[in-house]
């Protein structure tokens, strides 16, 4: 059975990490992540239990939600230039 297919429980616990570096870390990827398209229509239960299937599988880091706001202020930076302009 893939990760994709294993119940976030089971992938939870599988991890090894703490729950509550789980939770910070899911919460911190659903601030970054909710207005994307695959994200955008979650309900709050599936929008959590995909941030945490994204944590414990390891799509979701510390270092992949600073390269998010990072291109997402660089990319508002440069709109707002264009619209000075």
Request: glycine share 4%; hydrophobic share 30%.
């Amino acid at each position: 059975m893939s990760n994709v297919e294993k119940p976030v429980e089971e992938l939870f616990f599988e991890s090894g990490m703490g729950k509550y570096d789980v939770t910070k870390l899911a919460i911190e990827w659903i601030k970054v992540k909710k207005n994307e398209e695959e994200y955008r229509n979650l309900s709050q239960k599936d929008l959590l239990d995909r941030a945490i299937k994204d944590v414990v599988t390891g799509i979701a880091t510390y270092k992949e939600i600073e390269n998010i706001r990072k291109k997402k202020f660089s990319k508002e930076d440069n709109e707002e230039d264009s619209s000075a302009n």
